[in-house]
Each structure stands twice: as structure tokens, then as C-alpha cells.
């Protein structure tokens, strides 16, 4: 049987970077395959996100002891995003090393099983940042593994529904404190926001924090019931904006969220 030539010089070729892909695809534990891991896992937004991304496939390519056997390693990279953030480049460089990695190893079963195990890991994560915000009012999020071996996740309600309303008017009365007292612009477009809702529904000024929180409460559970859409959506968009403004580390909410605006 006579081949074309252009279809054997396009199967060896094939047979070549097959081969080559081989050789390049890294290998388990190793620097090549995390750091591998870590490029098919972004972009990623800034050197903080960067930063625990690969810290996590550290901990699923090392494995939780050899990674701390990697620390100075681990490091470095974590300087090196830092400096690229603070010269403005941390975008093109980390396209540029991602891209290079992706180019070069993101090839061979070690790395795709180490990729669904560390996008795995990162969503337990999360579950668990979510419920540190969420558990004490009355919720929590659990990873459950399927017979398939996939990974699901649950919604638990974990109190009763009178204590949850009161955990919210709990939280209601803080955040009015925190925004009464916040000078920030964010803050004020949403305060000014919240008492013109105020005064239309009750026929009085806002006075004091207790007032904010009472239209907060009021506000949420329009957005509950699915009730008053234009009303809820001008809620959204000046709320988030100042939640934004809150420390990316979930301290406490306080009355002191003061920022430059």
C-alpha cells in the first residue's frame, strides 16, 4: 500500500512530539509539576491569589510534610509576585511564566490527576473561608464525596430559624454602627441610599445606627421574598461596593471602616 509522503512526514512528526511530551510531561513531587499545576490554575488577579494558589498545589504536589521541605522555595516565587505587583507587571509577567510552563509541561497523567486534585483542595478551601464567615449565622457549606468519587457540596442549616433571625439582627445593628460611623464615599452614596428608603417607608429621618439596621433587615428580606426588584438591585449596587471596602481577611465588622474615597 503506497502512503502520501506529506501524511508519513505528518505522522512522524506526530510520533516526535508525542515522544517529546512525553519526556517534558513532570514528573510526581516535583518543582515542575507544581509549579505546572499552578500556571493551568490561573490567571490569576493579584500576587495574594497567586500566592495561595500555589501554596495549595504545593501542598497536593509535595504532599502536606514535602512541601514544608519546599518553603524557601515556595518563598521566592511569593517575593517575586510581590515585586511584580509593585512595579505594575505582575499581569505580564505572570502571563509570561504561566504561558512558558503551559507551553512546555502541561502534558502526561501525573498532571492531569494532580490538576483535579488540586482544584479539588482549592474548592475545600473556599468551603471552609465560606464557612468561617457563615457558620455562626446558622450555616455552613460541607465537601461530600460521590460513589463516583466526584466532589459535591451540601448546604446545612445549623440553626433554628428563630436564632438565625436573631443572629441577623445582630449583624444588621453592627454593620448600621460600621456605616454611621465610615466617612468613606462608598459609604455615604449607600447611607444616603438607606435614608431616603427610611423616610419614604416610615415618614422619618434616619437618627442613629438602629435606624440603618432596621431598612437593612428591611432591604434583605425584600431580596428574600423576590419582592420590589428596582428597589433590591439600587440596594445591591451600593452595598457591594462598600463591602468591598472590608478587610480581605474577614476581620470583624467594626465601627471604625473609615477609607479614603
Sequence with gaps: MHFPHGLL??????????????????????????????????????????????????????????AARHEGWIQGHVRNFRAWESAGDFARFQKIMRWGLLLSSSYGGTFRKTLKAVREERAVEEAGWINERIEKWGHRVDAVRRPDGSL???YKQTLSDEKIEQRKEEMALSIGAALWADESA???????????????????????????ARVWLALLKLQEDGEEPRLVKGFEELRDPWIAQWPADGDEISGNTNSSG
Design 9 to 66: 512526514t505528518f505522522v512522524a512528526i506526530a510520533a516526535v512530539l508525542v515522544a517529546v511530551n512525553r519526556l517534558m510531561a513532570p514528573k510526581q513531587g516535583t518543582r515542575l509539576l507544581v509549579t505546572t499545576v499552578w500556571a493551568a490554575l490561573g490567571p490569576y488577579g493579584n500576587a495574594a491569589a497567586a500566592a495561595r494558589a500555589l501554596r495549595t498545589s504545593s501542598k497536593v504536589g509535595f504532599g502536606s510534610d514535602g
Design 152 to 154: 459535591h457540596f451540601v
Design 186 to 212: 462608598a459609604a455615604r452614596r449607600l447611607l444616603a441610599f438607606l435614608s431616603s428608603v427610611y423616610e419614604v417607608g416610615s415618614g422619618k429621618k434616619v437618627e442613629n445606627p438602629t435606624d440603618l
